[in-house]
């Protein structure tokens, strides 16, 4: 095993918070990816922080050594994050010396702001690292919350902790030559928010992200060998794709939301009416392109673009599975889920039917539900 890595096998068994929800501990706000697992998945969790080790220490010497920007080029971490920004070793190496001059640059791996603030992420690193296993733990056992329990589900995460990703996104997750998931964590974007925070609320967050990313795979496992989530729908017709990325992205949406949260339909109920109202408007889409071959497929590429997914499906989806959460209890949405995406909205639509306050579900879905 090398340095500073961890490996945790668990075998699972039977944004800021809202007003008035400031500093509430994770255990009492009751979010779905909280709960035990209802079977024994196997979500398997390796998290190494030598990367953000190690760029830090470069960062904080009193003098530059250019000879570190090729060093840390060498870890897992920084070849992906390289790899990820479509920029060359060059344009690293340029920006890790940027990082020590007295004037603020532009910069594709913007390492300037860690070096200036470095002996705060020195401490979360330690703090991290004294906790490395509760992360993992948690982080696994959450993953397998949402599970359905019919069968056994595996995944296997390799997480890295580093600094100075490219872009705005606070992690990125590609396929490694092996076929498995790697997950780089830009510590400094995943908790830059929560500085004043107790360790265990910042611990807390970073086990919900990589829960996440290994819940996001096991899921996909169960759908790729679920009938139910393989066939097509043929009774919803020209939605049953709307509906299938909804019911699909909604549930690993759930861990983009703190736990401060929930229940969503509580404190995110405007965004959350909005959200139904845009599926809504969606759905109708669909349905016009019921006799229009050319139309349907064109809808259906521009799901599989992954936009119309992110923006709608997934918050959508997340609204309505914690709703389900909230009225019928956990088991109810993994017995939904196992069903398939009809079942999903059934369960919903049961809820909405008795609880007007919930925004309603369109004619257009109802009918095809019916």
Known sequence: MRRGALLVVILCGCVSAPPGRTGAPAAAAHSSYDAPPAAHHTIEIRLDVRPAREILASLSRARLERSDAMVLQDLPAVRLAIQDSGSSPEVFERDFVAAFGAESRSAVFDFQPIRQARDRWQA??????????????????????????????????????????AGLADHLVVRGSAGSEEMVVDVARALGESEGERLESQLARLSRLIAGEAFRQAWRNYCESSANWKRPDPEL??????????????????????ESFFPLAVWLKEPMRRSIEDLNRQAERFAEAQGNLERRAELAAELRRGELARRLAGPAGAFLADTIVEAHGLEALRTALQKGPKAFFEAYERVAQSDKSLPPLSRVIRERLS
């Open 124 to 165: 979360l690193l330690e703090g991290i690292a004294s906790e490395e296993r509760d992360v993992i733990e948690r982080a696994s056992r959450r993953a397998g919350a949402l599970l359905p329990s019919d069968r056994e589900v595996t995944a296997t995460l390799q997480v890295y902790l580093s600094f100075g990703l």
């Open 237 to 258: 017709g020209s939605i049953e794709p709307l509906l299938h990325a909804t019911a699909e992205h909604g549930p690993v949406a759930i861990f983009a939301f703190d």
